[in-house]
């Protein structure tokens, strides 16, 4: 057996064609066209910034975590399937030429195109429970570990390790996978609430530009417990639902819970009673009525809801010396929300407030793809680069719709491995492109749906 690199009409990604045909119909070239102005920084490296965002775009869906990697476009025959593949050098000159007002006109290309993928494929339908029937709009930031010094605006965080600060914003539906709405890189010293008012506030108006029939809930953890953020969401129309810090005031109001109030729940080890109805559970939850932030002006103060979960504190060190406690000892985990009871009842809330962690699965998945690592040693390169995975998260989400199914929610690895990293053979017959795929391919359905969505041509009906 032997081998040689020495076909020219090969690809290996052959998925990345109705991708980047999705990105066209949505109006990317075009929007980075007409909003991208780094072409008047002066110098040619930002040039032609639509091939270049779309090439970035492309790398990244296939699996390109560096800059490096965006080489994995130009093999075998990419070049008669795209017109342009930029080389990584270029795309890293390209990057190294945006300031911070390039950024920002990034962030408006991610969510205007956001806005248009919408047009082709619903992105937060309805949930079908009306109980559920809102946007869940999750705010979180994560640590995106670095390992140089020299990097701008690398530091240290909550976390203890060197990195920046990303800060994202994800919306979703009972119904939906999520998305991301809002994008930002700060420096890895930052506090996680620093501009998160501004923040909040952006990303509901590209919520609301793209489901404006449902109400829209925004969940957070106790780091972005503020007057300021909470008052940003009502302005813009929305619930919160965000842990709270274990203050004195919070203390005192827990304390006024009766024994009485408290209500089993569903969680780990619980047991559901048939006879009672009920669970049968070491997790329990209550509520009470309870104003937030009333240390501060009186336009700032929040009516709304304390929801308060208990669960035992077992020490099992004193537990084995026996020294077992004279009476129970818990823990407790407390939320603020301004959700109607009407709508969410004390169990249905805490419910819905733990689902929060869901915005971890996109931490999860953005690192292992494009943010694995921050590419460049200049600050702003590394913001577009995030800006640019956003776009491109957005993107697959979009494609997984249209393919749908069982396909419309599966992660964003499982969709370069099904439907993007699918090998070809390119043919040239009647001045026609033929692209021969393997036979016996387990997703020839799916990626023929999808094909056929972002390829085929508008029908139009007969009068």
Same mark, same amino acid.
């Given at each position: 057996?032997?081998?040689?690199?020495?076909?020219?009409?090969?690809?290996?990604?052959?998925?990345?064609?109705?991708?980047?045909?999705?990105?066209?119909?949505?109006?990317?070239?075009?929007?980075?066209?007409?909003?991208?102005?780094?072409?008047?920084?002066?110098?040619?490296?930002?040039?032609?910034?639509?091939?270049?965002?779309?090439?970035?775009?492309?790398?990244?869906?296939?699996?390109?975590?560096?800059?490096?990697?965006?080489?994995?476009?130009?093999?075998?025959?990419?070049?008669?399937?795209?017109?342009?593949?930029?080389?990584?050098?270029?795309?890293?000159?390209?990057?190294?030429?945006? &300031?911070?007002? @390039?950024?920002?006109?990034?962030?408006?290309?991610?969510?205007?195109?956001?806005?248009?993928?919408?047009?082709?494929?619903?992105?937060?339908?309805?949930?079908?429970?009306?109980?559920?029937?809102? %946007?869940?709009?999750?705010?979180?930031?994560? %640590?995106?570990?670095?390992?140089?010094?020299?990097?701008?605006?690398?530091?240290?965080? +909550?976390?203890?390790?060197?990195?920046?600060?990303?800060?994202?914003?994800?919306?979703?539906?009972?119904?939906?996978?999520?998305?991301?709405?809002?994008?930002?890189?700060?420096?890895?010293?930052? #506090?996680?609430?620093?501009?998160?008012?501004?923040?909040?506030?952006?990303?509901?108006?590209?919520?609301?530009?793209?489901?404006?029939?449902?109400?829209?809930?925004?969940?957070?953890?106790?780091?972005? +417990?503020?007057?300021?953020?909470?008052?940003?969401? *009502?302005?813009?129309?929305?619930?919160?639902?965000?842990?709270?810090?274990?203050?004195?005031? %919070?203390? &005192?109001?827990?304390?006024? =819970?009766?024994?009485?109030?408290?209500?089993?729940?569903? +969680?780990?080890?619980?047991?559901?009673?048939?006879?009672?109805?009920?669970?049968?559970?070491?997790?329990?939850? $209550?509520?009470?009525?309870?104003?937030?932030?009333?240390?501060?002006?009186?336009?700032? @103060?929040?009516?709304? *809801?304390?929801?308060?979960?208990?669960?035992?504190?077992?020490?099992?060190?004193?537990?084995? &010396?026996?020294?077992?406690?004279?009476?129970?000892?818990?823990? +407790?985990?407390?939320?603020?929300?301004?959700?109607?009871?009407?709508?969410?009842?004390?169990?249905?809330?805490?419910?819905?407030?733990?689902?929060?962690?869901?915005?971890?699965?996109?931490? $999860?998945?953005?690192?292992?793809?494009?943010?694995? @690592?921050?590419?460049?040693?200049?600050?702003?390169?590394?913001?577009?680069?995030?800006?640019?995975?956003?776009?491109?998260?957005?993107?697959?989400?979009?494609?997984?719709?249209? =393919?749908?199914?069982?396909? #419309?929610? %599966?992660?964003?690895?499982?969709?370069?491995?099904?439907?993007?990293?699918?090998?070809?053979?390119?043919?040239?017959? &009647?001045?026609?492109?033929?692209?021969?795929?393997?036979?016996?391919?387990?997703?020839?359905?799916?990626?023929? *749906?999808?094909?056929? $969505?972002?390829?085929?041509?508008?029908?139009?009906?007969?009068?």
């Amino acid at each position: 057996m032997s081998h040689s690199f020495d076909d020219a009409n090969l690809t290996a990604t052959t998925g990345l064609v109705p991708i980047m045909s999705l990105a066209q119909m949505a109006g990317l070239p075009d929007l980075a066209e007409d909003r991208l102005t780094v072409t008047t920084t002066g110098a040619d490296k930002g040039a032609n910034p639509a091939p270049k965002l779309a090439t970035l775009v492309a790398g990244m869906a296939a699996g390109a975590d560096s800059i490096d990697d965006m080489n994995i476009l130009r093999h075998g025959g990419m070049t008669h399937l795209f017109d342009r593949v930029y080389a990584p050098s270029t795309l890293g000159s390209f990057l190294r030429s945006f &300031a911070f007002g @390039h950024v920002r006109q990034l962030d408006a290309i991610s969510s205007r195109f956001l806005t248009n993928l919408n047009e082709h494929t619903p992105l937060l339908p309805a949930s079908e429970d009306t109980g559920q029937a809102m %946007v869940f709009v999750d705010v979180d930031d994560t %640590v995106i570990d670095v390992h140089s010094a020299s990097k701008q605006g690398a530091g240290f965080g +909550y976390q203890g390790s060197r990195g920046l600060n990303a800060l994202l914003a994800t919306a979703s539906t009972g119904d939906s996978s999520q998305i991301i709405v809002g994008q930002r890189l700060r420096k890895g010293s930052t #506090s996680s609430a620093r501009g998160a008012d501004k923040f909040v506030a952006d990303a509901l108006a590209t919520t609301t530009r793209i489901n404006s029939g449902l109400p829209a809930l925004v969940r957070a953890d106790s780091a972005y +417990y503020s007057s300021t953020v909470t008052k940003a969401a *009502r302005d813009a129309g929305a619930e919160v639902s965000i842990t709270v810090r274990m203050d004195k005031k %919070v203390k &005192a109001a827990i304390g006024t =819970i009766s024994d009485g109030a408290w209500t089993g729940i569903e +969680y780990p080890e619980a047991i559901y009673d048939e006879e009672t109805r009920a669970w049968i559970s070491k997790a329990e939850v $209550a509520e009470v009525p309870f104003t937030a932030f009333t240390s501060k002006k009186k336009s700032l @103060h929040t009516p709304g *809801r304390l929801v308060v979960r208990r669960i035992p504190e077992l020490n099992e060190t004193k537990r084995t &010396a026996g020294q077992d406690p004279l009476f129970d000892l818990f823990r +407790y985990h407390a939320f603020f929300t301004t959700v109607d009871k009407d709508r969410f009842d004390t169990v249905a809330a805490d419910h819905i407030h733990r689902k929060h962690a869901i915005i971890e699965q996109i931490n $999860a998945e953005l690192k292992n793809g494009a943010l694995a @690592h921050m590419p460049s040693g200049v600050f702003n390169a590394n913001a577009a680069w995030v800006a640019v995975a956003a776009i491109t998260h957005n993107l697959m989400r979009a494609a997984a719709g249209l =393919i749908g199914g069982r396909m #419309s929610k %599966v992660r964003a690895q499982t969709l370069r491995t099904r439907i993007i990293g699918i090998p070809a053979r390119i043919a040239h017959r &009647a001045r026609k492109l033929i692209v021969h795929l393997p036979r016996r391919w387990p997703w020839a359905t799916e990626f023929a *749906r999808l094909w056929h $969505a972002a390829l085929s041509p508008p029908t139009r009906s007969l009068s």
